[in-house]
């Protein structure tokens, strides 16, 4: 039993093909952006303001990790290095596209 | 006060619908037109030799528990050997390396290139905004800030009643402006995104050079503490080959 546990350690050898892991990196990065652009879209035809727009925001992002966690068959070691790439990555830097198209289809739909 | 303001829907489609759409297409005119206006440089020898001693260094740092400790030395005094390793550089070569860098006329010439294809189309943009948009309330932000970002957003009207959530429509250039750029990234590929990383390094790194990341290189590897996995393997093998048996 010892052994077995023993070997499992050494399954931590680092080795990862460097290209394919910045592929999915790079996918990652795009499914935020763009269910993030989604996201604030639907969060403004909703109507959404305030607090709720934000919490709607944090669903959408839950959502795309479950989804890429999905996609990668759950097994997400085998694609990333860490929990952290594709449930964090990304996660900022679709704030502002989510919020200018919020305001925009909150404008469009609802100010107006 | 706020609340009760009430926007005309000329305003939505006359000045908000229409400056988002142009920004959008100034964008992909910018890509398109800095595309056409890129060289294609033939790069040094030199420089593309280094960098290609650069990556086999890594290579051997990242594999280097997989071979033999005998091995792993020879390779890294191959490359860091302080006589005639590939990673040495001698000093005064290094120097050599930058001026050459920098009186290189092609290089700051496609970096000017580079930052007018940036600069000229949004000064454009903004001096077009201001003449046609001026000083109307273009849009509201559907959550409440703070006084504070008075000036950001309402920038070109200067009323202090307004609600702080109203913004102008000077102001909702600057938030597409920063806010397209996921989008563009989605619609024009990853190479929009890249260049201008790329570009952002250039002016960071203004007369990079090869030498120093050959120095940084040979440092990484002397500091790689070698250690040969493959005996391990052996026992993980053969608890394998155990667990099938039993």
């Known amino acids: ?112 | 006060m706020g609340d009760d303001l009430v926007l005309d829907t000329a305003i939505r489609d006359w000045v908000l619908i229409p400056l988002s759409v142009v920004m959008v297409l100034i964008g992909v005119l910018r890509y398109f037109v800095s595309k056409l206006m890129r060289s294609s440089q033939t790069p040094d020898a030199k420089i593309v030799k280094e960098g290609q001693i650069v990556i086999r260094a890594k290579n051997l740092r990242a594999g280097a528990n997989l071979i033999p400790a005998k091995a792993f030395r020879a390779r890294k005094s191959y490359y860091s050997n302080e006589d005639n390793g590939l990673l040495h550089v001698p000093k005064d070569q290094a120097q050599n390396a930058q001026a050459q860098m920098f009186s290189d006329p092609n290089m700051a010439m496609d970096m000017m290139k580079k930052n007018l294809s940036m600069i000229i189309p949004q000064t454009l943009t903004f001096a077009w905004v201001n003449f046609f948009f001026s000083g109307f309330v273009a849009a509201k932000i559907p959550f409440p800030l703070t006084q504070r970002f008075r000036s950001m957003l309402q920038n070109g009207i200067d009323l202090s009643t307004v609600d702080v959530s109203y913004v102008s429509s000077r102001s909702w250039y600057f938030l597409n402006l920063f806010g397209l750029r996921g989008l563009f990234s989605l619609i024009l590929g990853e190479e929009n995104a890249t260049d201008d990383t790329q570009r952002m390094m250039q002016m960071g790194g203004f007369g990079f050079d090869a030498s120093k990341s050959l120095g940084a290189e040979k440092d990484n590897l002397d500091l790689v503490q070698h250690d040969w996995v493959m005996p391990k393997f052996e026992q993980r093998a053969e608890a394998v080959l155990r667990k099938l048996v039993s």
Do not use: C
């Open chain 1, 1 to 112: 039993m010892a052994s077995t546990h023993k070997s499992n350690d050494f399954v931590d050898l680092p080795t990862v093909n460097v290209e394919n892991m910045q592929n999915n990196i790079k996918v990652v990065l795009y499914s935020r952006t763009f269910m993030s652009i989604i996201g604030g879209v639907i969060a403004g035809i909703l109507g959404f303001t305030g607090f709720m727009g934000f919490v709607f925001y944090f669903i959408v992002m839950a959502i795309t990790s479950v989804g890429l966690a999905a996609k990668a068959g759950f097994s997400v070691q085998s694609y990333f290095d860490s929990w952290n790439q594709i449930s964090i990555d990304g996660f900022l830097g679709g704030l502002l596209s989510f919020v200018l198209f919020w305001t925009f289809a909150y404008d469009i739909v609802h100010i107006f």
